[in-house]
């Protein structure tokens, strides 16, 4: 049965692991919400037209669904250790589909920003749930790779998104994009609901969310794992943030050229990513941490020494350079995403909400910090070093935090032996 609780029996797991179509329900599940969030923004300017409003206003269509993305992880994924991942994963995605329905029938912007702040609160159900998911399937040290593989094959919706938003509006006018969301979001909620099975591991008495929170926050791996995390997608957030005020204000370039380098830096991270899914089954999850640690930090520098020297003026030193420090940044987050939920597997739903949320939550502090260093500023050199100085903040909580392998993987083994207990009794 579907909405069978419990860990699936083992060949009915490895079953899972290796379908394709488990991977394209992961791939729909973690991307819906993002590309839901590009689509419309090609729009934004027409919203503010067709309703009276300053377009700072429509911007809120974006701002507040960002904030529903970073609350729905932090809810989402507890609900989905205490009552199913599969359950859970279906109430959200329902509520996108209301959601969407809403903001298609929405009368004046206020009624669209609350109907797209409930769409992301549900649709980012899928983010989260997707990494616990595979953390149900899938051993540690293959984590990582899946992780990388779901990210590779979503980056190619998003890069799409914006021009599909983009190409509705104008052909059919801005609720179209709306509608195609919805419907889109419909037809996966019905994709999930026939195709995904539950995959939650029993819980091992005493569990529960506090419980989870507890045994989680104490422990050194998952802190250290969880902040090399998030401070690795600080970088994006960061770059993403100053990066339009440094090409279009201090080097003189348009934004369409902007939109391009920028571009360039998405693609290294989808090669990144791919790089990982290949390298993955002949070395350890630490390894290719610190592989993606050391060229980070490489390359972080060498954008500072470009900085110092003045070269970097030009969009091909900035962005070149920049390319290497993306395409190691997809090995550290999606290795140390891999580590922070493995160390409690049946908590691995809160592990992922917390990490997702702060990642949102700080990301949107520190891409305001970005634009202030790059528009205030007559030179790269304060983004450059503020850059540098989070990379190397990322490696030290793999120097200082994260135990070494064979303690971590004696934490791992008694977590894995009360689970089992757990599921004997």
């Not at 926050?217 to 990066?243: D, E, P």
Request: proline fraction near 4%; charge should be positive; include cysteine.
């Amino acid at each position: 049965m579907h909405g069978m609780m419990g860990k699936p029996p083992m060949a009915a797991t490895e079953k899972l692991a290796t379908s394709k179509v488990m991977l394209l329900m992961l791939v729909v599940m973690t991307g819906v919400a993002p590309i839901s969030l590009y689509m419309l923004v090609p729009a934004l300017p027409v919203l503010a037209t067709t309703f009276g409003r300053d377009i700072s206003v429509a911007q809120m269509t974006v701002s507040l669904y960002m904030v529903g993305i970073a609350l729905s992880q932090l809810i989402m994924g507890p609900l989905s250790d205490r009552f199913g991942r599969r359950p859970v994963l279906l109430g959200g995605l329902g509520l996108m589909v209301v959601s969407g329905i809403a903001s298609v029938f929405a009368e004046n912007l206020p009624q669209l920003i609350a109907a797209r702040f409930f769409q992301a609160l549900g649709g980012a159900s899928g983010m989260v749930i997707s990494r616990a998911i595979i953390r149900d399937l899938y051993p540690r040290e293959r984590v990582g790779a899946m992780i990388s593989l779901v990210v590779a094959a979503l980056m190619v919706g998003q890069m799409v998104s914006p021009l599909t938003g983009g190409l509705l509006e104008t052909a059919f006018g801005w609720r179209a994009v709306l509608y195609f969301i919805t419907g889109a979001s419909l037809v996966i909620t019905i994709f999930i609901a026939l195709a995904l099975p539950e995959t939650k591991r029993d819980r091992v008495e005493g569990g529960g969310f506090r419980g989870d929170v507890g045994k989680l926050f104490t422990n050194r791996a998952f802190i250290g794992y969880l902040l090399c995390q998030v401070l690795a997608s600080q970088i994006i957030f960061a770059f993403a943030g100053g990066g339009p005020y440094i090409v279009v204000t201090q080097m003189g370039r348009n934004s369409a050229e902007y939109g391009a380098w920028f571009a360039c830096t998405g693609f290294a991270y989808l090669v990144g990513n791919l790089l990982c899914v290949r390298f993955a089954p002949r070395h350890s999850l630490e390894k290719l941490i610190w592989f993606g640690l050391a060229l980070q930090v490489g390359g972080s520098l060498l954008n500072l020494i470009w900085s110092f020297m003045g070269v970097n003026q030009a969009p091909a030193w900035l962005f070149g350079t920049q390319m290497i420090v993306m395409v190691a940044n997809a090995f550290v987050m999606a290795n140390s995403a891999a580590g922070a939920i493995s160390i409690r597997p049946e908590a691995a739903g809160t592990a992922s909400g917390a990490m997702g949320f702060l990642q949102q939550g700080i990301g949107a502090l520190v891409s305001q910090f970005g634009a202030y260093l790059g528009g205030h500023y007559a030179s790269t050199l304060p983004l450059m070093s503020a850059i540098f100085a989070i990379s190397v903040a990322c490696a030290c909580t793999m120097i200082f935090i994260v135990p070494r392998r064979d303690v971590v993987v004696s934490e791992e083994l008694i977590a894995q032996a009360e689970e089992d207990e757990g599921g004997m009794m």
